[in-house]
């Protein structure tokens, strides 16, 4: 029992060194994932954690986060694989809960945020850039692309946060109808626990009725981020339309230029991308006082961090049988292509407010997808220069 003890002690330690030091999403954080916890300390092997990382990128919510709770998970089962994702989520979430907090502080002191106008289209740039990679991973047959292009102006005009969910489900069952062109495979009975998948869809509807029956900020922030984190697939990029079309367009809790400062800062720092949230339900509770504030970027945190963690424990147990469903298989290819259409669409909704600006606004944009795309400069050291550049001029 004491070297059980000290073994999730040392897992939980090189949890939060990972969360400190992690930078570049999912893929950056799996060769971080391969050196820490398969190379170094041979928590799980190196086909083991890869098939998780596959695992947890067909399924909604954030990859990395998944994927590092699906191995506490394994180790020491719920109570270490919840501790694993408080520990992970932490530091990030504390930076752009801060980073809210600073906005709303800048705002009430009457200080300009004209400091941070080069971060706005480098931010775009970098959404424009993660397109650009999902789309060359996921879009592989004509069908796909179909669907791509299809997604792109049906989310574009059509930005209602109702709609996306239904986008994806019609993606999936286009491709699904192809199931046949899968390779078959020899097919188990699938022996399945629901206590996880219940705990997630109860969430959701209590989350949703008292959506419906309350005013309470706290509480609709919550359940608006916790019914997209359910429906997300493919990572943070995909959470940025969602959130955009939601809490810009349609609740209109922070201005464009605020989002897309944040989703800039979020580029910045370790972790996982989805600490966005954070920054989205702090700004939503300005007025309200600091610990709304605070309570606010938690609630929103929680939300979108939970159905993925739900889903992943669910789902882990009876994984190797159900991926034999050519069915299964199949659908994914038109999620992941809606998916791919709406992160582009996302590019054309960040940058109309930009559009009547100055021409270095699509001088940063590009230049900023093209040196993703032609260097090794990671993302985090682009967005430091723009803030750099920007404080300087300011």
Request: glycine residues 10%; contains cysteine; aromatic residues 14%.
């Amino acid at each position: 029992m004491t070297f059980r003890r000290v073994r999730y002690y040392i897992f939980l330690r090189d949890v939060l060194i990972l969360a400190v030091t992690a930078f570049g999403g999912p893929q950056g954080h799996l060769a971080m994932f391969i050196d820490m916890m398969v190379k170094k300390r041979g928590y799980l092997s190196e086909e083991e954690l890869l098939e998780l990382f596959a695992l947890c990128q067909i399924l909604p919510g954030p990859t990395s986060t998944q994927t590092i709770t699906s191995i506490g998970f394994r180790m020491g089962g719920p109570s270490l694989a919840y501790l694993t994702l408080l520990i992970w989520m932490l530091p990030a979430v504390i930076i752009m809960t801060s980073a809210a907090l600073l906005v709303v502080s800048f705002n009430e002191l009457n200080i300009s945020l004209d400091f941070l106008r080069f971060i706005q289209p480098m931010a775009v740039g970098i959404v424009a850039y993660s397109a650009y990679r999902i789309g060359r991973k996921v879009v592989k047959t004509n069908l796909a692309i179909f669907l791509m292009i299809l997604a792109v102006f049906a989310s574009f005009f059509t930005p209602s946060p109702v709609m996306f969910p239904v986008f994806l489900l019609i993606g999936g069952l286009v491709t699904a109808i192809n199931y046949k062109r899968q390779p078959h495979e020899e097919k188990e009975g699938i022996k399945i626990k629901w206590e996880n998948f219940i705990l997630w869809a109860s969430v959701l509807i209590v989350a949703a009725i008292a959506g419906a029956l309350t005013d309470v900020k706290q509480v609709l922030i919550f359940e608006n981020f916790y019914r997209n984190g359910s429906l997300i697939f493919g990572g943070g990029q995909v959470l940025v339309p969602l959130i955009y079309t939601e809490f810009v367009q349609v609740k209109e809790f922070l201005s464009a230029e605020e989002f897309i400062s944040g989703y800039g800062f979020v580029q910045a720092i370790p972790g996982p991308t989805f600490s966005f949230s954070a920054y989205v339900g702090g700004l939503g509770m300005r007025g309200a006082g600091t610990g709304a504030q605070l309570i606010g970027a938690f609630a929103a945190s929680l939300g979108v961090f939970l159905p993925g963690t739900f889903l992943i424990f669910f789902v882990i147990r009876f994984w190797d049988q159900l991926k034999k469903y050519r069915m299964v298989r199949a659908s994914m290819e038109g999620v992941h292509a809606v998916s791919s259409g709406m992160v582009i669409a996302a590019v054309f909704l960040l940058f109309q407010p930009m559009m009547n600006g100055p021409i270095i606004n699509y001088l940063l944009m590009i230049g900023t997808a093209l040196t993703l795309y032609f260097t090794r400069i990671p993302a985090p050291f682009i967005i430091l220069g723009g803030l750099i550049l920007g404080i300087v001029i300011t």
